[in-house]
């Protein structure tokens, strides 16, 4: 596996209570970018972030085929809790620790982790995240206000803070800002800008506006199979396939 490329999918297929979503995957994801992947509800987007990261192990009646490699190590045959420490989630609807501390909520997966040996390290670690989660300037006189009290884009801003708190090698996001106003999406949309220096952002929505905004690279999913891949100056520019063009264009 080359070593621009940082996760690699191969004929990757998912059935849920007997019924195909997605119809044999394909992907490479390139280190350091940021990947969207787009199409209509019910394309299998989702289901494929949540293949990524093993979220599918919880759940009996779904069956997972095919290869996820992530810097050339298959994820199903890996340990989970080093799973989730390699790849960080952050899903579509802002979920904090309601009744924990803003500084917790950041603290306690690299507590879990045993990546610090200090107070004053793990306080360094949960500063350095909130700044990059452009969180920091608005939280940082009362780190001990309940999670719950902050608003719905700050929220998932903490979320942001709690994901790349573990140093993930990817970050998985799942339509981040689809509960958010016009406000808190841009400011959001910014940060995943900024995260891609340090990150590798793999980004789910349904939203061809936003893919081309931030997006480097973009795989167009329609009915569980991979219609479209390439760099998104060419998928928005010069569409391969018809239905992607409809795609962009608003027409599907």
């Known amino acids: 596996m080359s070593s621009d490329i940082i996760l690699k999918i191969e004929k990757l ?14 992907l490479e994801v390139p280190r350091g970018s940021i990947f969207a992947i787009m199409g209509p509800s019910g394309s299998g987007k989702s289901t494929l972030l949540r293949a990524i990261n093993r979220l599918w192990d919880l759940y009996p009646d ?3 085929e095919g290869k996820i490699l992530l810097e050339g190590r298959d994820v199903y045959q890996m340990d989970p809790h ?10 579509q609807r802002p979920n904090p620790f309601p009744h924990m501390s803003i500084f917790d909520n950041v ?25 990059r989660a452009y ?3 608005e939280v940082k006189d009362d780190l001990k206000r309940k999670a719950g009290r902050l608003s719905g884009g700050q ?5 942001i803070a709690r994901a790349i ?3 993930p090698k990817v970050l998985l996001m799942d339509e981040p800002t689809s509960a958010l106003d016009v406000v808190s ?9 900024e995260l891609k220096k340090e990150f590798t952002v793999l980004i789910v929505t349904h939203n061809p506006q936003q893919a081309a905004r931030i997006s480097d690279y973009v795989a167009f999913i329609y009915d569980g199979k991979v219609v479209e891949v390439g760099p998104t100056s060419e998928i928005f520019t010069r569409p391969k396939h018809e239905l992607t063009e409809k795609y962009v264009l608003g027409k599907v």
């Open 107 to 131: 603290a306690i997966g690299p507590k879990m982790h045993k990546m610090v040996k200090s107070k004053e390290e793990l306080e360094r670690l949960v500063e350095w995240s909130l700044k």
């Open 185 to 193: 999406t841009k400011r959001i949309e910014e940060n995943i800008v």
């Open 62 to 64: 779904v069956e997972v």
């Open 165 to 167: 708190a573990l140093k």
């Open 155 to 159: 929220q998932q801003r903490l979320c």
């Open 13 to 26: 297929k998912v059935k849920i209570s007997g019924k195909e979503i997605l119809k044999g995957i394909d």
């Open 135 to 137: 969180l920091w300037d």
């Open 82 to 91: 080093e799973l989730r420490k390699m790849v960080g989630m952050v899903f």
